[in-house]
T-cell receptor, first 109, second 114 residues
């Protein structure tokens, strides 16, 4: 059974700092890996999707990497802003996606 | 486009009561999903429908039933609610199920079972 873990559970940084969120998974035979953002009381919004054959994806200030052999993915956020404050979740799979519990990020002005 | 809509937004039930959570999408997506999210945990898949007319169990299907009413609508039914089903329920849809398709999520239904 695929298990997804995200560390740390919470992170607080000053505005402007570069930061890395971590995601690990137990079964390296994944289909896709996705990073989502969730604002309080809202649904999830997809940020980046990495196919199993890819190593990374970039969108603006966000860069996600994938290392299947070690069962790890990272989400790099450059020049963080208060508007980046949210919970970030990673998920692996396709129809039967498994989610991590998320990292709650606070960016202080 | 409204995207994915869910009704109701909030609901309080007593143990043993039944209810149906409604989900609709106006994006002509083929696949639809129901998840639950509990405090400190990620989302867990309850049921999904890869296409109209099909449904499959996810990770935590016990105590739930689903109906894919048509391409737009996918409902989740609790026949006899239990306190363990207190959670936030999210519906999602995906265009075709292709490799690069992502899921689009509704705003959630917060359900409390007393």
């Amino acid at each position: 059974k695929q298990e997804v873990t995200q560390i740390p559970a919470a992170l607080s940084v000053p505005e402007g700092e570069n930061l890395v969120l971590n995601c690990s998974f137990t079964d390296s035979a994944i289909y896709n890996l996705q990073w989502f953002r969730q604002d309080p009381g809202k649904g999830l919004t997809s940020l980046l999707l990495i196919q199993s054959s890819q190593r990374e994806q970039t969108s603006g200030r966000l860069n996600a990497s994938l290392d299947k052999s070690s069962g790890r993915s990272t989400l790099y956020i450059a020049a963080s802003q208060p508007g980046d404050s949210a919970t970030y979740l990673c998920a692996v799979g396709h129809n039967d996606m498994r989610f991590g519990a998320g990292t709650r990020l606070t960016v202080k002005p | 486009n409204a995207g994915v809509t869910q009704t109701p937004k909030f609901q309080v039930l007593k143990t043993g009561q039944s209810m149906t959570l409604q989900c609709a999408q106006d994006m002509n997506h083929n696949s639809m999903y129901w998840y639950r999210q509990d405090p400190g945990m990620g989302l867990r898949l309850i049921y999904y429908s890869a296409s109209e007319g099909t449904t499959d169990k996810g990770e935590v299907p016990n105590g739930y039933n689903v109906s894919r009413l048509n391409k737009r609508e996918f409902s989740l039914r609790l026949e006899s609610a239990a306190p363990s089903q207190t959670s936030v329920y999210f519906c999602a849809s995906r265009p075709t199920g292709g490799r690069t398709d992502t899921q689009y999520f509704g705003p959630g239904t917060r359900l409390t079972v007393l």
